[in-house]
């Protein structure tokens, strides 16, 4: 089932190791079949050595198994709330990557200091709210979806495809498993930016300036983007 998307979403999470953003098995990509519904994650607990296609699994928005002899990633729940919430993406993906991480733990958004940031983030990277306590007794999984849908009542997820979980790490989204991989390297990379931008200025350095972020997040991917070749 779905097997050219299992290569897809295989690959993606072997890149998320090449990147290094990601030891043992603390990530996962996920992609999403959007005319049947059916998403593709990595298995949970398998090495990235030993990894194949075969080993992905298929699940339904319901977050029932559809296709795998293994049990699917045990974030499955937080990436099927954040399709069904985010009806303009193709894939997520979750790590625990060192600086980013830092800055969920501080429970502090990732203010937008500079052009780095801006070429692919809208603004700043937001922080949830902690998790209430009843949602985690409930479905951990589903309540930490539920609290980045919360975070993005006034958002878009598509200028802001990135998000720090208070307490635990980033979550990345993108067109297709690739695009969110590729933000989930690039915001380990603007993190470990500020993180060095607030030890050489002072815990509240000055933001970028609102005319350049747009310049910036604009060339790449406003209406009439023009970075890159045609
Ligand atoms: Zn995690």
Redesign the pocket.
Request: no cysteine.
């Given at each position: 089932m779905l097997p050219d998307l299992r290569d897809a979403v295989l690959e993606a999470n072997l890149e998320l190791n090449r990147r290094g953003v990601v030891l043992y098995t603390?990530g996962n990509v996920s992609a999403l079949d959007r005319d049947s519904g059916l998403m593709v994650i990595k298995p949970s607990g398998v090495s990235y050595d030993e990894m194949t296609a075969e080993d992905m699994v298929v699940v339904n928005l319901e977050n029932e198994v559809v296709w795998g002899r293994n049990k699917p990633s045990s974030?499955t729940r937080t990436h099927t709330a954040l399709y069904r919430a985010f009806p303009q993406i193709g894939g997520v993906a979750?790590t625990?990557s060192t600086h980013a991480v830092a800055w969920a733990q501080a429970r502090r958004a990732i203010p937008c200091l500079g052009t780095t940031q801006a070429d692919y983030c809208a603004g700043e990277v937001p922080c949830t709210a902690p998790l209430p306590p009843e949602e985690v007794a409930r479905d951990y999984e589903t309540a930490t979806g539920d609290a980045i849908i919360r975070r993005f009542q006034r958002l878009d997820p598509v200028a802001v495809p990135m998000v720090l979980v208070a307490g635990?790490?980033p979550f990345t989204w993108g067109k297709d498993a690739g695009e969110a991989v590729y933000n989930a390297v690039v915001l380990e990379e603007a993190a470990k930016m500020a993180t060095l931008t607030v030890t050489v200025a002072g815990p509240s350095p000055e933001p970028l300036e609102d005319y350049v972020l747009d310049y910036h997040y604009q060339r790449k991917h406003g209406k009439n983007a023009w970075y890159g070749q045609k």
């Open positions: 603390w974030d979750h625990h635990h790490g």
